[in-house]
């Protein structure tokens, strides 16, 4: 059984394979459609709509592709993949590491790896909406350490091995205090 929430599929598990189904037929009829009419458009107008058709639809909601299997970012992998080539105009064969490079664009899981990071941010400069604030506590130590003057986050235990480290409240800190000390001490959005 799934559910339509925001343009977002969810199943009963949160497996995210139906939607990342839907991102993989979806993107490739954008980009079939873009491939038809691109040799009557230039390269920046193929970039824009690679951008404003595809790669907008794999962000969105991308927070909740965080540590899925696999298999999924595989997929998801290759639209992104395809994409690149079609905006590059490159063969199937070249390496598609350079492109990536050349066009500024992350890797999914890095993407939303990212996502995350910047969403808790957000909560922890007064920038996030209350419900995100209420998920996240800030790590308090019972004696006194060296840790206290890092920016450091409660990381509360999980109740299901799968699913419960992939939750916003588990899985954020756990990555906000793998960053640098510098970095999750960044006064402001640009620095971070």
């Known amino acids: 059984m799934s559910v339509r929430n925001l343009g977002l599929i969810l199943d009963n598990t949160l497996g995210m394979e139906k939607r990342v189904n839907y991102l993989y037929k979806s993107c490739y009829y954008q980009i079939r459609n873009i491939g038809l009419i691109c040799k009557y458009i230039n390269d920046e107008t193929c ?10 639809r794999l962000d969105y909601g991308n927070a909740l592709l965080y540590n899925i299997p696999l298999s999924l970012t595989n997929c998801l992998h290759r639209v992104k993949n395809c994409a690149a ?8 064969k070249e390496h598609i590491t350079p492109i990536w490079f050349q066009l500024h664009w992350f890797p999914v899981r890095f ?3 990212y996502k995350n990071l910047f969403i808790t941010f957000n909560v922890l400069s007064g920038t996030a909406p209350v419900y995100l604030s209420d998920l996240i506590g800030k790590y308090i130590p019972v004696r006194m350490l060296r840790s206290e003057s890092y920016s450091l986050l409660r990381v509360p235990r999980s109740h299901t091995a799968i699913y419960g480290e992939r939750s916003f409240q588990v899985s954020t800190p756990w990555l906000w205090n793998e960053l640098p000390n510098h970095t999750n001490l960044a006064p402001n959005r640009d620095i971070f």
């Open 111 to 113: 993407r939303s790896l």
């Open 85 to 92: 080539r079609l905006v590059t105009q490159t063969r199937k």
């Open 47 to 56: 970039k824009t709509l690679v951008q404003a058709l595809i790669i907008s």
